[in-house]
């Protein structure tokens, strides 16, 4: 297992991190692939989730597509920085009928 730099450092008992990377490799863009320290993943029971981009030209295409079609996320509402916390307990209690917005 492979994690970035401090991934676990920061996670609390029952806690979770996620990891990102890309076809690439050992070698993601962060720059760094070090070991993970499983015995401060198990010890905290922290909960690891993976997720894989695609290649740039991958994205590239995708922001092609997006542009052409003028798909756009549907916004639920839009908060500012300092009501950050309403926003998170809207997005917790699953009323959200879209994205939520924080801006600063």
């Known amino acids: 297992m492979r994690l970035a730099a401090g991934a676990t450092e920061g996670c609390v008992p029952d806690g979770a991190t996620e990891t990102l990377s890309t076809r690439r490799y050992p070698h993601p ?3 760094g692939d070090p070991s993970a320290q499983l015995n401060r993943v198990f010890y905290r029971q922290i909960s ?3 997720s894989t981009m695609g290649t740039r030209a ?6 092609a597509l997006v542009h ?3 798909l756009r996320p549907l916004i639920d509402r839009t908060y500012p920085l300092a009501e ?3 926003a998170l307990s ?3 209690a ?3 009928q879209g994205k939520i917005v924080l801006v600063p």
């Open 29 to 31: 863009p962060s720059g």
């Open 48 to 50: 690891v989730l993976g």
């Open 58 to 63: 991958e994205l590239e295409r995708l922001m």
């Open 68 to 70: 052409a079609s003028g």
């Open 84 to 86: 950050a916390r309403a």
């Open 90 to 92: 809207r997005m917790a």
């Open 94 to 96: 699953g009323e959200q």
